[in-house]
């Protein structure tokens, strides 16, 4: 047996039992702050972060995080294997929990960089991308990829592409279970139109008994997630976490019977009047670029949609976060009695 294969059987396949899914422009360190104060124990995702980025650009923009993140994935675009290498070792330098390669996205910006979703088609470079990886960090290397792409909606298709990148040393793999369609759709499109097709990803779990597999794309609802748990290791929710981040407060004690930590979402908007505070007062980053990620802590509740305008309200921007909060937590005058 291999180091490698020692190092990947030590993983905790727990650790993918519930996770939020890497999403552009919004999964940023902010975001994930906010999820991680509704629940300890789910694993957050980076939104993508191209190779190019980290390599040529400013490398602490891209991989700064607040050490409460944890445990936090590091996802990567790219289909260059020395690149990849290299960014995923900056990334464990950084003290990211993993590192995650982006075999799903079919956009056409992602497409012209040749990675993302067109990576299916090519098994044999993606195993070579995670082979090099692997080699050069002790965190695992996970890969988050489609069942299928354009019309391709043979089981076989997506069968071969885990069994070949598996060999190359990856033992988690995150299928979102709908086909990517590379060309006509949208990536928005792309989230909707394709089918779900959940059997396919519980029949992976089944011919690969070894591998940890978790299944992503429209679950929203703690049925449909306990449901998929029967049958796979792991679910990946997406925009339903960002829009009704409140859902997730109830996570730790349904997916990992843990009732340890109470919370109200009064006291977590008030640790991210905190949080803004800091990240003003250490990075210069102004609050309401922060406050963008959790408009949707009171959806369903009285007076949300007021809530949610007073902190979306850009005429109080010169105002601290914490006369903010006061305001959005006041009744509108007409709604006090006399």
Same mark, same amino acid.
Request: with cysteine; aromatic share 8%; net charge negative.
């Given at each position: 047996?291999?180091?490698?294969?020692?190092?990947?059987?030590?993983?905790?396949?727990?650790?993918?039992?519930?996770?939020?899914?890497?999403?552009?422009?919004?999964?940023?360190?902010?975001?994930?702050?906010?999820?991680?104060?509704?629940?300890?124990?789910?694993?957050?995702?980076?939104?993508?972060?191209?190779?190019?980025?980290?390599?040529?650009?400013?490398?602490?923009?891209?991989?700064?995080?607040?050490?409460?993140e944890h445990p936090v994935a590091l996802q990567l675009g790219g289909s260059e294997p020395a690149d990849l290498a290299q960014s995923a070792r900056l990334g464990e330098q950084w003290g990211y929990d993993e590192i995650n390669l982006n075999c799903g996205c079919p956009s056409e910006r992602v497409q012209r960089g040749a990675f993302g979703a067109c990576l299916m088609n090519e098994a044999g470079l993606v195993a070579d991308c995670v082979k090099a990886m692997v080699d050069v960090v002790q965190v695992p290397v996970t890969v988050k990829h489609r069942i299928g792409i354009d019309k391709i909606e043979s089981y076989d298709f997506v069968r071969d592409f885990?069994?070949?990148?598996?060999?190359?040393?990856?033992?988690?793999?995150?299928?979102?279970?709908?086909?990517?369609?590379?060309?006509?759709?949208?990536?928005?499109?792309?989230?909707?139109?394709?089918? /779900?097709?959940?059997?396919? !990803?519980?029949? =992976?779990? #089944?011919?690969? @008994? *070894?591998?940890?597999?978790?299944?992503?794309?429209?679950?929203?609802?703690?049925?449909?997630?306990?449901?998929?748990?029967?049958?796979?290791?792991?679910?990946?929710?997406?925009?339903?976490?960002?829009?009704?981040?409140?859902?997730?407060?109830?996570?730790?004690?349904?997916?990992?019977?843990?009732?340890?930590?109470?919370?109200?979402?009064?006291?977590?908007?008030?640790?991210?009047?905190?949080?803004?505070?800091?990240?003003?007062?250490?990075?210069?980053?102004?609050?309401?670029?922060?406050?963008?990620?959790?408009?949707?802590?009171?959806?369903?509740?009285?007076?949300?949609?007021?809530?949610?305008?007073?902190?979306?309200?850009?005429?109080?921007?010169? /105002?601290?976060?914490?006369? !903010?909060?006061? =305001?959005? #937590?006041?009744? @509108? *005058?007409?709604?006090?009695?006399?």
């Amino acid at each position: 047996m291999t180091n490698t294969n020692i190092k990947q059987n030590q993983i905790d396949t727990s650790m993918w039992r519930m996770s939020v899914a890497p999403m552009m422009d919004w999964t940023d360190k902010h975001c994930r702050y906010l999820h991680r104060l509704l629940s300890q124990h789910t694993l957050l995702y980076t939104e993508m972060v191209t190779t190019g980025a980290l390599i040529h650009g400013d490398v602490a923009r891209h991989l700064r995080f607040e050490a409460e993140e944890h445990p936090v994935a590091l996802q990567l675009g790219g289909s260059e294997p020395a690149d990849l290498a290299q960014s995923a070792r900056l990334g464990e330098q950084w003290g990211y929990d993993e590192i995650n390669l982006n075999c799903g996205c079919p956009s056409e910006r992602v497409q012209r960089g040749a990675f993302g979703a067109c990576l299916m088609n090519e098994a044999g470079l993606v195993a070579d991308c995670v082979k090099a990886m692997v080699d050069v960090v002790q965190v695992p290397v996970t890969v988050k990829h489609r069942i299928g792409i354009d019309k391709i909606e043979s089981y076989d298709f997506v069968r071969d592409f885990v069994g070949t990148v598996a060999d190359a040393g990856c033992e988690v793999f995150i299928v979102h279970a709908r086909n990517a369609w590379l060309k006509g759709l949208s990536p928005k499109e792309n989230r909707e139109i394709p089918p /779900l097709r959940y059997e396919l !990803v519980a029949q =992976l779990k #089944r011919d690969f @008994p *070894a591998l940890t597999i978790a299944v992503n794309g429209g679950i929203k609802t703690d049925e449909v997630a306990l449901q998929q748990l029967e049958q796979v290791d792991g679910v990946m929710v997406g925009r339903e976490a960002y829009h009704n981040p409140w859902w997730m407060a109830s996570w730790d004690a349904l997916y990992y019977q843990d009732e340890s930590r109470q919370r109200t979402r009064e006291a977590v908007e008030e640790q991210m009047v905190l949080y803004m505070e800091r990240e003003a007062r250490e990075h210069g980053t102004h609050w309401y670029s922060i406050a963008r990620h959790m408009l949707g802590l009171r959806n369903g509740l009285a007076g949300a949609r007021r809530w949610r305008q007073v902190w979306s309200d850009h005429r109080l921007k010169t /105002l601290p976060p914490h006369e !903010v909060m006061k =305001l959005a #937590r006041t009744k @509108p *005058a007409e709604a006090v009695p006399a």
